[in-house]
């Protein structure tokens, strides 16, 4: 069983040796950790909570999660888990890292192989907790064909209700679609996307230098199956890689790190690599978006979309040279960002870009029959933890969205997620605000979202326009597929606000009439 | 044309209320047309530019307005801001006239009680275009009390489009002047309207209206100086009615009560010189006033000796008054009068004494050619209405005449306010166009009545009793007017005969009509209609070219298409988004108000201005050198320092030409500040032969930071049209932390102080010399 702690930097980086330092450390307590762990096996969990109180002693609270995920390493004492899944193994599994941008893509490929005795219905993945943390969205797949033949049937993936798994590992099950028989074997495709697991390091940068960042992860698949046979790609947004753990077999070869193939593997094996290399790639995250879509039966749906966006990188120190950034845009400022692409759907028109004081003027609007594409710029180029608010709005021809459905109810038919391409969302609300005197609103989400109702007023409404809120957290790019609100609309009810105006105004000159004709003066 | 004439042979009487009615709907809508007109050509601004606040002071207004919405009128009249005037903050709610932030934080919450989501932003930007169509439609009442309902739709038709207020009141020109002027005017119409009706009732509005006056603007001294300086008038010329007590008494007693309740007024409505010309006016009114009641219940003998006692009691009275005022007044510093006042009265005062109110362009006298820029046509039009306003001459039009004659004074000493002078010109001018066209047509129509009755004639109908002489028919015709005139409210029908004997229906009616051959006729038609469409193409030109650009984004036409600078916005959003909430941002005062509304920061100084010596430490920082300046400002807290460079794009009124400002203005509190030392052989220069002093100038350093790398070692300043003195050079206690894209905003970061580390063996060397400097320093910096 291999491990190495994360070694990193070339000798000239400065700060090398505080890390160095760190990492003394780390291996001191992991021996420790060792010997505790070979003479006490069974008492792994109590000491591992001893151990751990330890732990903290030397080390930062950042590198809490790793160490949190080393257990998973050793501390191999069961659950009921053990029992209960043993009897499927992974005969062969591939792992493809995506470290390009800032939101972290990975596919794995399985192919499960059952050998016990009754049949399974599901495939466990495990996820050491920090990642977990970040897993924005899972998705698995169940290959059936081959290769020329080859097709996807979408399968479902749920967090597993089992017991978390040694030293707080995550499951999540797949459920298959035909359970697997004995000695059955089925290939899946999982892939998921983790957010927030790149680690600016240094923490902070002058404006020439480029950001470099921090990649935590094992070299095996953590699994709480045998693995036979596995291998895990890295795949880097240049060729500037710091430094790399090494367990050996590993490459890398240009942009691509590779680990493995390793033989063999038992459950629960974990490695932890770290990868420390340049990624200059937009660290775009917005903080809030609050997207409200409001259903005007009178022919419109306006989408109104607040935005506060933050560069989530390394942070910017020291001053801002204007004259730099403008006269060497390929060293100066190379981590920051201007530009934004907004992918709106066609035929989208009153397209505004503003914030609170007023309106942003750069921005280009490309307006096609299959997408529109906005180009906005915020008022100044982002830097490292540099943010910027401002609001997108536009409007969508009803007919576009807008359906009826056979039981007569009508839905809207809109992309849930954040329209920025590449962008990270810490926190999303969707308010969908349906005309007044609609009733039985209900909503389809393929994930789950947080669904709360309000009420809004707005132009001459009495009873109020039901707005159903949706939230989520954590959403990146992938989640901006359709979503679905049902709800009952009678055609009279938009009527009402007419009928409203003309009788005021008929009241209006009625009084006046009345007015006239009167004589109120006391004299006569 | 002919429609009258077949009414004027058949005056049948069902046929005449038809008419009326007519006349009274086309009106209406003729009015409605022109609010509609006088709120769209103040749209330009927003279909050019964008929905947005301008310039700086709506800045302050708008921010003012949105903590009214958010917390309320009690909070409001109770904030004290501390994020302005640092450390010393600002009472606003007792500084400020309330009267524009009231009107659109109540347009605001109507607005929400009826489910109409508009945001305060929308509501502050359109509500001068709004009150400008009020403005036209109180214009509209005022000359139709002077001169008829003719006069009323011409005057508001040129009202809505003349540029002198166009510039005041677009879309986004979130200013005082926008609702004053409507309050000015209405004032003066509910005036005239007492004074012609003599009805309580509209004494008491022109109360309330005043009220209204004096929460929206300063100007409201002009009200209460020019109404008594009317009364006063009509008192000498024998005009003393009953009426004009009825429209004078109540507005004194009533006005100055609602005065003194606004916070910002108080008890300056009794105290200081501007309201004594009123005071001492209803004085004279009631003395004038017990004359003519005794005249009436005595015998004319007896009459005489009780007049002779009257006045000279009367002028020891008011003897003894006036010597009370003379010595209350004399004892003040001022003489009782406020800065912007005496400005007023002796034009070279302000910038003799004051450089902070000479310093602001919109207080220097305007040229000739800004008056007719800003009025245009109305200049040569004005003395053609003063000669029709004196035939005849009535209650009504001698206030408009001295109205006029006083508002061109004052717009001789400010330019900024030839918007008072612009109604009193649209007034005139539309009296005299009325007039032109009456006199016009009247010849046409005479014309055609003269062909019609030749034509009858001529077919050989001759009925001698039915021929009357068109004279007669002009005559009938006049009539008729008169009585359409005089039947303004269909409401007041009763009341109407009362007031038969208005002034100036008798005056008319002594009126030879005057008759000018027909073509001479037409042709003057012709080119008065001319006229009035070059004054209708100059006012749309100015709303759209001159007047409409909110001045925080500027546009520039090249050959590759427009251009937008937007760096003020981008670095109020850089220091709303990038700074911390305390942090404080020094700059020159003009962008105080800005500062604090856009980038919600805290400032040093603002346009405000209250505090002379304040804005002098600022201004002594920026002319200080670098140690001095950053002394300066370390004393005050500040944490970032703005200033404004026009240099890269040509952008003239950035710091640097402001500068001189800043040196006078500091100097005039801390005279280590001396103003030649900037200048070489008096003149302002920023090249090579610029002055030492003016080259080490924090001002100097902090524009023309790293300028010279933009254009490979030159250094041209476009404003300037010259390349700078010094070019390299670098900030040692200064730190460039945010340039915008055109560099027209450079924000610097104060650096800390340094640690003394290694002092120990030079320490024995530098203890002497520190100290030197240091109360040098001492000295200088007001703050220590």
Same mark, same amino acid.
């Given at each position: ?524 | ?386 000669? !029709?306003? *004196?035939?005849? %001459? ?8 001295? +109205?006029? $004659?006083? /508002? #061109? ?110 073509? !001479?006729? *037409?042709?003057? %038609? ?8 070059? +004054?209708? $193409?100059? /006012? #749309? ?127 005039? $509190? ?115």
């Amino acid at each position: 069983m291999s491990y190495v702690v994360g070694a990193c930097g070339g000798p000239n980086k400065p700060f090398c040796k505080k890390e160095g330092f760190v990492h003394c450390s780390l291996r001191t307590s992991s021996l420790t950790i060792i010997v505790l762990h070979i003479f006490f096996r069974r008492l792994g969990s109590i000491l591992s909570e001893k151990a751990r109180l330890n732990m903290e002693v030397f080390v930062a609270r950042s590198r809490l999660t790793l160490i949190f995920s080393l257990f998973a390493l050793f501390s191999l004492s069961s659950s009921s888990l053990s029992s209960s899944t043993t009897e499927l193994q992974i005969l062969t599994a591939e792992r493809r890292i995506d470290l390009a941008s800032h939101i972290i893509r990975v596919v794995l490929t399985l192919k499960v192989q059952n050998d016990g005795t009754s049949a399974a219905s599901d495939v466990l993945l495990a996820f050491p907790p920090a990642q977990a943390k970040h897993l924005a969205l899972i998705q698995a797949a169940e290959v059936a064909g081959k290769k020329r033949k080859k097709s996807l049937h979408p399968l479902d993936v749920k967090p597993s209700n089992h017991a978390d798994g040694p030293n707080g590992a995550k499951f999540y099950s797949i459920s298959l679609r035909n359970p697997l028989g004995t000695g059955g074997s089925v290939s899946i495709d999982v892939s998921y996307v983790l957010t927030q697991s790149l680690e600016p390091f240094p923490v902070e940068i002058r404006q020439s230098e480029p950001q470099l960042v921090l990649y935590r992860d094992s070299a095996l698949i953590l699994s709480p199956y045998e693995i036979k046979q596995q291998t895990t790609v890295i795949r880097t947004p240049s060729t500037k890689v710091e430094s790399f753990t090494r367990v050996e077999p590993s490459t890398q070869l240009r942009t691509e790190l590779k680990y493995g193939p390793y033989e063999d593997q038992p459950s629960f094996s974990y490695s932890p690599i770290l990868v420390h290399f340049e990624n200059n790639n937009p660290f775009a995250v917005v903080e809030e978006l609050v997207r409200e879509i409001e259903i005007s039966h009178w022919g419109s749906l306006q989408v109104t979309e607040h935005y506060t966006l933050v560069h989530n990188g390394a942070r910017h120190k020291g001053g801002f040279s204007r004259v730099e950034y403008q006269s060497r845009p390929t060293i100066s400022g190379v981590a920051s960002f201007k530009h934004l692409l907004v992918k709106l759907p066609p035929r989208v028109h009153s397209v505004y870009y503003r914030d609170n004081i007023g309106n942003i003027s750069t921005s280009h609007l490309r307006t096609g029959y299959s997408k529109s594409e906005l180009e906005i710029e915020p008022r100044y180029p982002l830097l490292g933890g540099w943010k910027a608010t401002f609001v997108i709005g536009y409007g969508i021809p009803l007919e576009d969205v807008l359906f009826e459905s056979d039981d007569g109810k009508r839905y809207l038919n809109f992309s849930f997620g954040c329209p920025i391409a590449e962008t990270l969302v810490n926190k999303i609300t969707n308010k969908v605000v349906l005309p007044e005197g609609s009733k039985n609103p209900s909503v389809v989400v393929p994930f789950s979202v947080e669904r709360r109702a309000e009420t809004s007023y707005s132009y001459l409404d009495i009873v109020g326009r039901p707005v159903v809120v949706l939230e989520k957290e954590n959403v990146v790019p992938e989640h901006n597929v359709l979503f679905q609100v049902y709800y009952d609309f009678h055609p009279m009810s938009m009527l009402a606000e007419p009928l409203m105006l003309t009788s005021v105004f008929f009241f209006l000159f009625v009084a006046a009439l009345a007015y006239i004709h009167m004589d109120i003066s006391i004299r006569k | 044309m002919a429609v009258p004439v077949d009414n004027l042979t058949k005056p049948t009487p069902a046929s005449s209320t038809l008419r009326f009615a007519f006349g009274n709907v086309l009106a209406f809508f003729i009015l409605l047309l022109i609010g509609v007109l006088a709120f769209s050509i103040r749209l330009f601004s927003v279909i050019k530019y964008e929905s947005v606040i301008h310039e700086f002071d709506p800045y302050f207004n708008y921010r003012v307005t949105q903590f009214l919405t958010k917390n309320g009128i009690y909070d409001f009249w109770n904030w004290f801001d501390d994020r302005t005037w640092y450390p010393l903050g600002r009472v606003i709610g007792g500084t400020v006239y309330p009267g524009l932030t009231l009107t659109a934080g109540t347009i605001w919450k109507v607005l929400q009680s009826l489910n109409i989501p508009l945001s305060v932003e929308t509501v502050c930007v359109f509500t001068a275009p709004v009150f400008s169509a009020f403005a036209a439609w109180a214009t509209y009442l005022l000359t139709k009390e002077v001169k008829g309902t003719g006069a009323g739709l011409t005057a508001a038709v040129l009202l809505a489009m003349v540029p002198s207020y166009i510039s005041r009141s677009v879309a986004g020109s979130y200013d005082n002047e926008a609702v004053a002027i409507f309050a000015l005017i209405f004032t003066f119409y509910l005036y005239i309207k007492t004074l012609n009706t003599g009805s309580l009732f509209y004494a008491t509005l022109n109360s309330i209206a005043y009220f209204y006056m004096v929460c929206s603007w300063g100007g409201y001294t002009f009200i209460i100086n020019l109404i008594p300086m009317h009364v006063l008038l009509c008192i000498v010329t024998g005009r003393y009615s009953s009426r004009l007590y009825i429209a004078y008494a109540p507005l004194v007693v009533l006005g100055t009560l609602l005065a003194a309740l606004v916070p910002v007024v108080g008890f300056n409505a009794v105290m200081t010189s501007e309201h004594f010309a009123s005071f001492l006016v209803f004085i004279v009114i009631h003395v004038v006033a017990l004359a003519y009641y005794i005249k009436g219940i005595l015998s004319p003998k007896m009459f005489k000796v009780a007049a002779t006692l009257v006045v000279s009691v009367g002028v020891v009275v008011c003897c003894a008054v006036v010597a009370v005022l003379v010595a209350v007044v004399a004892s003040s510093p001022t003489k009782g009068w406020s800065g912007r006042s005496l400005s007023l009265l002796d034009p070279t005062y302000a910038s003799k004494y004051i450089p902070i109110i000479a310093s602001v362009s919109e207080h220097q006298p305007p040229t000739w050619p800004s008056y007719f820029m800003d009025l245009n046509v109305l200049a040569f039009l004005v003395p053609a209405g003063i000669i !029709a306003c *004196f035939a005849p %001459l009535s209650d009504a039009s001698s206030f408009v005449i001295l +109205y006029l $004659v006083m /508002s #061109v004074y004052f717009s001789g000493v400010m330019v900024r306010l030839m918007l008072v002078l612009a109604p009193a010109a649209c007034i005139m001018s539309g009296i005299a166009l009325s007039e032109a066209f009456d006199v016009f047509t009247r010849s046409i129509k005479f014309y055609i009545s003269n062909l019609s009755e030749f034509l009858q004639t001529d077919a050989g109908d001759t009925l001698p009793g039915n021929n009357v002489s068109p004279q007669n028919e002009v005559l009938k015709n006049e009539k008729k007017e008169d009585t359409l005139k005089e039947r303004p409210s269909r409401k007041n029908k009763k009341k109407e005969k009362e007031n038969i004997e208005k002034p100036y229906v008798k005056s008319k009616t002594e009126k030879r009509p005057l008759v000018l051959p027909v073509e !001479a006729s *037409f042709f003057a %038609l012709f080119l008065t209609v001319l006229l009035g469409g070059f +004054y209708v $193409v100059h /006012s #749309v030109w100015a709303a759209a070219e001159a007047y409409s650009a909110p001045s925080i984004v500027l546009t520039s036409h090249s050959h590759d298409g427009l251009h937008v600078f937007d760096d003020f916005r981008e670095a109020y959003a850089w220091l709303s988004h990038n700074t911390e909430v305390d942090d404080k941002v020094a700059s020159w005062w003009d962008y105080g108000y800005q500062t604090t509304a856009m980038a919600n920061r805290t400032v040093i100084v603002d346009n405000n201005t209250w505090n002379n010596t304040h804005i002098a430490t600022v201004g002594t920082a920026m002319s200080s050198p670098e140690k001095a300046g950053w002394e300066i400002f370390n004393s005050l807290d500040v944490k970032y320092v703005l200033v404004v460079f026009g240099g890269l794009v040509g952008y003239p009124s950035d710091d640097i030409n402001k500068f001189l400002w800043m040196v006078r203005i500091g100097g005039g $509190v801390f005279p280590h500040i001396k103003e030649p030392d900037y200048l070489r052989d008096g003149q302002y220069r920023i090249d090579s032969q610029a002055t030492p002093t003016m080259l080490n100038s924090l001002m100097y350093k902090l524009s023309y930071f790293r300028f010279v790398e933009t254009d490979g070692g030159k250094g041209y300043d476009r404003v300037r049209r010259t390349e700078i003195g010094k070019k390299y050079f670098k900030l040692t206690h200064f730190e460039e932390v945010f340039t915008t894209h055109h560099w027209m905003v450079r924000i610097y970061k104060l650096k800390p102080q340094k640690n003394r580390i290694r002092g120990k063996t030079k320490k024995s060397k530098s203890k002497t010399s520190p100290t030197t400097p240091r109360s040098g320093t001492v000295k200088k910096n007001p703050w220590h």
